[in-house]
């Protein structure tokens, strides 16, 4: 049952993070993504992998691009 | 096993590190990187053609020791003579193709040596690094580490092209790296559907799955992998819809970086597309792609070539269009065929390193790369004049320079393919490639002088020179002596149909 | 459940691709483009992990107190696993070069839409010169 919830809550955190206007909310929810495929992957016994995407996909990613966002502007512009 | 295989991965890269660690030290540098780049073409001379098994894990037949482990209902069925780890091969056609990458690395690292006063620096290290790369494509018979290989080549040309200071590179590169990052990924796929069918990645495996029926041949999924890799090869190579970028790359490098960066692609259009023949071939819908994505990157490219006025977009044009004879010659898929679609891309390669390093030294000069501001080149730089003109000679397929003996050859093979329409359009295709050559090329060296233009009193370098004079004499053996490269080409030609 | 976790996991990944092609296709934002190229890579990586799931299997660990054969016949397939440890550190390290140069750009144009950074090519064409040394 859980892996649906996370499944959904991936599908959902990769939508949500594309349609916020502050580029800092969309950064933080691509964590959001990545830390639903690093628990999906446990379920899907491949635990090694969740462990490298555990860090790559909710820490360094988001890290990375709220770094980028920071040095340049933090609003989307029309 | 023959651990000279592995080095030719392993010096280039060692290299890379070496340069990097001795940054700022410029004279060790400029030493270490010379006498690296002088091993690079001599190392695969020196090898015996066989397989390396990295880690030394063969098949399971081969090694007895673990099969004692696995139970029966493995050691009985066809895992057993699958491979269990990464494996390079080194045939004859591999050693042509590594020995042509070191000539042309080795010049292009010595033109960029002597021509720029920093040795140091992340130059040199990228270099290096693709140089390793593309040799590990050429070589690997896995196709994930043909995979993890490409992105590195993909990072390393971006990184020339990030390192090289023309207008407009940074751009050029974001966009690259953007259409790599939808490209590459979708290659992934593709490779995740043949290791999905096949439940390998070892191209000999995949293959004896599918020729001897363990999995459907037909089967939709391998269709789906066939395009997605296809894709991917079109986006390494530049065919089209990558052909636009691709030679804006080419434009925004510097010249030595820019003959580099066409080797790279070169090569892989012809690795991969050996790779795609081998899986694929039985696939007639296959070939057809092939055909039709050479022919519109020829027809494409080589028109727009026409339109341009920077002469390093010009030769970037020419390049890619170039490029579509090889596809042809491995997309009509008669022995005859491919072995002269590879040699043509040996020969595209130097070709294409040898304009770009010829018409470099004008930019050296001038610091201005649009045909509109130059003019009156011959005056100064009469004797490089004569070695870009049979530069252009060459790349149009003028006899007795090399590519004339592998177009004649793409020619005859369309024919006896009873596919003759292909041969018209190669033949009409060189002559606009020679009028576009021409045309950059007068403008350049024979038009009287512009007034605002200034040239430079600074000597040309003698490495630059001698790279020139290398790359004729490499030409001119080529058209004289075919043979030299056909017969290592050929025995891979014939194991692939 | 309807539909086993495998295939929804396919779902998943199909989903994971589509959005970041739309992201990395139609959004003029450079940054939101990057962030759907990062989805596009993990649709992929879920993909190949996907494939290696066994349905009611184990963690592929041989444990002492396995047989071989009950191993061979239970455990997950561990090369696609394998391979999307590479993958994932590919994509991170593409992701950082990719927000360097944004960042770099962004200096020098003041914006971070992509019409007006990989837009503005045409003009400058016609002035493509080399501004220096070169290195």
Same mark, same amino acid.
């Given at each position: 049952m859980i892996e649906y919830i996370l499944m959904i809550v991936a599908v959902l955190g990769a939508i949500i993070a594309l349609i916020q206007r502050d580029l800092l909310k969309a950064a933080i929810l691509t964590g959001i993504s990545g830390a639903a495929i690093a628990f999906l992957y446990q379920f899907l016994l491949a635990p090694d992998v969740a462990l490298t995407q555990a860090i790559v996909g909710t820490a360094i990613v988001p890290v990375f691009i709220a770094l980028a966002v920071k040095k340049t502007r933090s609003m989307e512009e029309d | 096993?023959?651990?000279?295989?592995?080095?030719?991965?392993?010096?280039?890269? =060692?290299?890379?590190?070496?340069?990097?660690? %001795?940054? =700022?030290?410029?004279?060790?540098?400029?030493?270490? $990187?010379?006498?690296?780049?002088?091993?690079?073409?001599?190392?695969?001379?020196? =090898?015996?053609?066989?397989?390396?098994?990295?880690?030394?894990?063969?098949?399971?037949?081969? /090694?007895? @020791?673990?099969?004692?482990?696995?139970?029966?209902?493995?050691?009985? /069925?066809?895992?057993?003579?699958?491979?269990?780890?990464?494996?390079?091969?080194f045939g004859s056609a591999q050693q042509i193709f590594i020995v042509a990458l070191g000539i042309i690395a080795f010049l292009a690292i010595l033109t960029s040596l002597s021509e720029t006063k920093k040795a140091s620096g992340v130059y040199?290290?990228?270099?290096?690094?693709?140089?390793?790369?593309?040799?590990? @494509?050429?070589?690997?018979?896995?196709?994930?580490?043909?995979y993890v290989f490409f992105e590195i080549i993909a990072i390393a040309q971006v990184g020339i092209v990030i390192a090289s200071k023309v207008k407009g590179n940074l751009e050029a590169a974001l966009k690259y790296m953007i259409i790599g990052g939808i490209a590459s990924p979708l290659l992934l796929l593709g490779i995740a559907l043949l290791l999905g069918v096949t439940g390998n990645v070892n191209i000999t495996d995949i293959v004896y799955s599918i020729k001897t029926g363990l999995v459907n041949p037909q089967s939709p999924v391998l269709l789906m992998a066939c395009a997605l890799i296809i894709f991917g090869w079109s986006y390494a190579a530049g065919l089209p819809p990558f052909h636009t970028i691709k030679s804006e790359i080419y434009s925004r490098a510097?010249?030595?970086?820019?003959?580099?960066? #066409?080797?790279? $692609?070169? %090569?892989?259009?012809?690795?991969?597309?050996?790779?795609?023949?081998?899986?694929?071939?039985?696939?007639?819908?296959?070939?057809?792609?092939?055909?039709?994505?050479?022919?519109?990157?020829?027809?494409? $490219?080589?028109?727009?070539?026409?339109?341009?006025?920077?002469?390093?977009?010009?030769?970037?044009?020419l390049a890619v269009g170039e490029l579509g004879y090889i596809g042809l010659g491995l997309g009509i898929g008669t022995s005859m065929s491919i072995t002269a679609g590879l040699f043509q891309a040996v020969n595209e390669a130097i070709i294409t390193a040898f304009l770009f390093i010829g018409f470099g030294t004008v930019l050296y000069l001038t610091k201005e790369s649009d045909i509109r501001k130059l003019g009156g080149m011959m005056v100064h730089t009469p004797k490089i004049a004569l070695l870009v003109l049979l530069a252009g000679l060459a790349m149009a397929g003028v006899p007795p320079l090399n590519a004339f003996q592998s177009k004649l050859m793409l020619i005859q093979s369309s024919l006896n393919a009873g596919i003759p329409e292909l041969g018209i359009i190669m033949?009409?295709?060189?002559? @606009?490639? %020679?009028?576009?050559?021409?045309?950059?090329?007068?403008?350049?060296?024979?038009? /009287?002088?512009?007034?605002?233009?200034?040239?430079?009193?600074?000597?040309?370098?003698?490495?630059?020179?001698?790279?020139?004079?290398?790359?004729?004499?490499?030409?001119?053996?080529?058209?004289? %002596?075919? #043979?030299?490269?056909?017969?290592?080409? #050929?025995?891979?030609?014939? /194991?692939?149909? | 459940m309807i539909i086993d976790s495998q295939l929804a996991s396919f779902f998943t990944a199909a989903a994971?691709?589509?959005?970041?092609?739309?992201? +990395?296709?139609?959004?003029?934002?450079?940054?939101?483009?990057?962030?759907?190229? +990062?989805?596009?890579?993990?649709?992929?990586?879920?993909?190949?992990?996907?494939?290696?799931?066994? +349905?009611?299997?184990?963690?592929?660990?041989?444990? *002492?107190?396995?047989?071989?054969?009950?191993?061979?016949?239970? +455990?997950?397939? *561990?090369? *696609?696993?394998?391979?999307?440890?590479?993958s994932i550190v590919i994509g991170a390290s593409t992701l950082a070069v990719m927000l360097a140069l944004v960042i770099v750009l962004y200096k020098k144009y003041g914006s971070i839409k992509a019409s007006k950074i990989l837009g503005a090519k045409q003009n400058q064409e016609t002035e493509n010169s080399i501004k220096g040394d070169g290195l």
């Open positions: - | 096993m023959n651990p000279l295989i592995a080095l030719m991965v392993i010096i280039p890269i =060692t290299c890379a590190l070496l340069v990097n660690l %001795f940054h =700022t030290k410029d004279k060790t540098v400029k030493i270490l $990187s010379i006498v690296v780049a002088l091993f690079l073409p001599i190392i695969p001379l020196f =090898t015996s053609y066989g397989l390396h098994y990295f880690g030394g894990y063969m098949t399971l037949a081969q /090694s007895p @020791v673990l099969s004692q482990w696995v139970p029966a209902s493995i050691t009985n /069925s066809a895992l057993n003579i699958f491979h269990m780890g990464i494996m390079y091969s040199a290290f990228l270099m290096f690094m693709g140089v390793a790369s593309m040799s590990a @494509v050429i070589l690997t018979d896995d196709i994930f580490n043909f510097l010249p030595h970086g820019a003959a580099l960066l #066409q080797a790279f $692609s070169v %090569f892989t259009l012809a690795a991969v597309g050996i790779v795609i023949l081998r899986i694929f071939s039985y696939l007639a819908f296959s070939k057809v792609i092939i055909i039709a994505l050479s022919l519109a990157a020829m027809i494409l $490219s080589i028109t727009m070539a026409l339109m341009q006025t920077d002469f390093k977009r010009i030769i970037g044009y033949i009409l295709l060189s002559i @606009v490639t %020679f009028m576009t050559f021409m045309k950059a090329f007068y403008a350049i060296y024979m038009r /009287s002088k512009p007034k605002g233009l200034k040239i430079s009193n600074s000597k040309i370098p003698k490495a630059t020179i001698f790279s020139l004079v290398v790359f004729l004499i490499i030409c001119i053996m080529l058209g004289l %002596f075919p #043979q030299i490269v056909t017969n290592y080409l #050929q025995p891979l030609a014939t /194991s692939l149909i | 994971l691709i589509i959005i970041g092609l739309y992201a +990395a296709l139609f959004l003029d934002n450079i940054i939101k483009k990057i962030i759907g190229l +990062a989805f596009i890579g993990d649709g992929a990586n879920l993909f190949i992990i996907t494939m290696g799931y066994k +349905a009611g299997g184990i963690v592929y660990i041989f444990l *002492p107190d396995m047989t071989v054969n009950w191993f061979a016949q239970n +455990a997950s397939y *561990p090369l *696609p696993f394998a391979l999307v440890l590479t």
